[in-house]
């Protein structure tokens, strides 16, 4: 049974850090590419950051350029993302999803981050 789960969400002041995990069970992670995505209240589901199989390409969207840092550990089944200098608009619930054959086919249950003083 394939399975993700984050962890690591929480709430923080704006300019501190959080680091989310994702636990993938049910398959081995070093087969696929992986991505994390958020969704904001009243907002469109927005993609964050993706990463190759082997962890040496990674991608980011323009906002969190420079900010956050995707990560994976094989050897573990586990993706991170590294957020630094948070920011109020990075209040999200943030997923990670497995890419398989051009779609994202499995989903994790999400994890809330809250950037809030």
């Known amino acids: 049974q394939v399975q993700l789960v984050e962890s690591g969400g929480g709430l923080v002041q704006p300019g501190g850090s959080l680091t989310l995990s994702c636990a993938a069970s049910g398959f081995t992670l070093a087969g696929f590419a992986i991505a994390w995505f958020r969704q904001a209240p009243g907002k469109v589901l927005e993609w964050v950051s993706g990463?190759?199989?082997?962890?040496?390409?990674?991608y980011y969207e323009d906002s969190v350029k420079g900010r956050f840092t995707i990560s994976r550990d094989n050897a573990k089944n586990t993706l991170y993302l590294q957020m630094n200098s948070l920011k109020p608009e990075d209040t999200a619930l943030y997923y990670c999803?497995?890419?398989?054959?051009?779609?994202?086919?499995?989903w994790g249950q999400g994890a809330q981050v809250t950037v809030s003083s």
């Open positions: 990463i190759t199989m082997s962890g040496r390409n990674t």
């Open positions: 999803t497995r890419s398989s054959r051009g779609s994202y086919d499995y």
